[in-house]
């Protein structure tokens, strides 16, 4: 099990949201934990320092993209993009220093699946470049991905079935726990067991964590084989969590 670590980016600052706030209305304001005018470059730079691969710049919104390829640059082949990919511009972020670029809304579309969008994504950045976003909300015992900023429930369920055909198209998955991201209130337990008893490929959980115990729930939930990203929780984000102390946390069940 490893840590991820992210660079959120709102309104060309890096930010710590309450995702279920976001909105397409402008004159509504998201719930914001954290917000700082240190450039995402030194976010990077210090997870470049610190060994820490595999983590994700996410753009909410338009408005980002100058600050994104700030962070990607300092830390070349050492995190994800996502936020508004598209086989238009997936390039210029891998160009830019991507290992991978993340994507949802162009794949998820019209409430399902668009198999179309999702070949010519593969065909553009190719399987092993290429992370689905999987972020979900549970709704009647089931977990439906959300897409656009998680304001859109599509009628796609996290399975067995859609996970098996969606990992022959990417190389990882990144899911978050709409209903308890940013909230640091605790993991969604039983999506962690879910991922890591169905996903045949490295997936990442975003969504309430808030403690060292909190990592250690994701640990033992998703039986080592699930990742963990972190963000409002933590002090470089102005958290209670200390992020030394998670970067030696994750050093010692690094796997």
Not at 167 to 180: G, M, Q, T, Y
Request: charged share 20%.
């Amino acid at each position: 099990m490893r840590f991820r670590p992210c660079i959120d980016i709102h309104g060309g600052k890096v930010k710590q949201i309450v995702g279920s706030t976001l909105s397409d209305n402008v004159a509504k304001s998201p719930v914001t934990n954290f917000e700082t005018d240190t450039p995402t470059a030194h976010f990077a730079r210090m997870y470049l320092r610190d060994g820490l691969y595999g983590g994700h710049v996410i753009m909410l919104g338009p408005g980002n993209e100058d600050a994104a390829i700030q962070a990607l640059e300092a830390f070349p082949g050492g995190m994800h993009a996502g936020g508004g990919i598209t086989p238009v511009n997936a390039m210029r972020y891998l160009d830019a220093g991507a290992s991978h670029v993340i994507v949802t809304s162009f794949v998820f579309k019209n409430g399902g699946i668009n198999r179309d969008n999702l070949d010519v994504m593969v065909k553009t950045t190719g399987k092993r470049r290429l992370v689905l976003d999987l972020s979900c909300k549970k709704i009647n015992g089931l977990y439906y991905i959300a897409t656009d900023r998680w304001q859109k429930i599509t009628t796609v369920t996290i399975n067995p079935n859609t996970i098996e055909s969606l990992a022959s198209c990417c190389d990882e998955f990144l899911v978050h726990a709409v209903d308890v991201e940013g909230k640091q209130q605790g993991i969604d337990a039983e999506l962690v067991s879910l991922l890591s008893e169905i996903s045949p490929i490295p997936v990442t959980y975003a969504g309430g964590v808030g403690s060292v115990a909190d990592l250690e729930c994701v640990y033992k939930q998703g039986g080592g084989r699930v990742d963990a990203t972190i963000g409002s929780a933590l002090d470089i984000f102005g958290g209670p969590l200390s992020y030394a102390d998670v970067v030696e946390w994750h050093k010692k069940h690094l796997s």
